[in-house]
Nanobody, 123 residues
Framework: VALVESGGGLVQPGGSLRLSCVVS????????IGWFRQAPGKERQGVSW????????YYTESVKGRFTISRDNAKNTVYLQMNILKPEDTAVYYC?????????????????WGQGTQVTVSS
């Protein structure tokens, strides 16, 4: 099982980035995927989740209207489109898989994680 994030970088406030999470080693359609982030000195925070099949999406309040999560099952990939980025979005972003049918922000409900990708929002 592997999850590999990419797409992070340095961007100015108000800018955009698209993160990708490519998965392998398991049946992608059978799992939900969550995006988390962790800033220095802070706990890991749930950002967005997408369910398997038609189970929908969910966002933490601070990113609603700015971030969009999607999945391409043919490419075994989940995307996180991040617009109108703010300095407080700066963090390492991780994707992780869950067998739960609905979202959870508890990291213990996710059994495999990627290595993370750094997002820095600064002028």
């Amino acid at each position: 099982v592997a999850l590999v994030e990419s797409g992070g970088g340095l961007v100015q406030p108000g800018g955009s980035l698209r993160l990708s999470c490519v998965v392998s080693g398991f049946t992608f359609d059978d799992y939900g995927i969550g995006w988390f982030r962790q800033a220095p000195g802070k706990e890991r925070q749930g950002v967005s989740w997408i369910g398997r099949g038609e189970m929908g999406t969910y966002y933490t309040e601070s990113v609603k209207g700015r971030f969009t999560i999607s999945r391409d099952n043919a490419k075994n990939t989940v995307y996180l489109q991040m617009n109108i980025l703010k300095p407080e979005d700066t963090a390492v972003y991780y994707c992780a898989r869950t067998s739960r049918w609905w979202y959870s922000w508890d990291p213990s409900n996710y059994d495999f994680w990627g290595q993370g990708t750094q997002v820095t929002v600064s002028s």
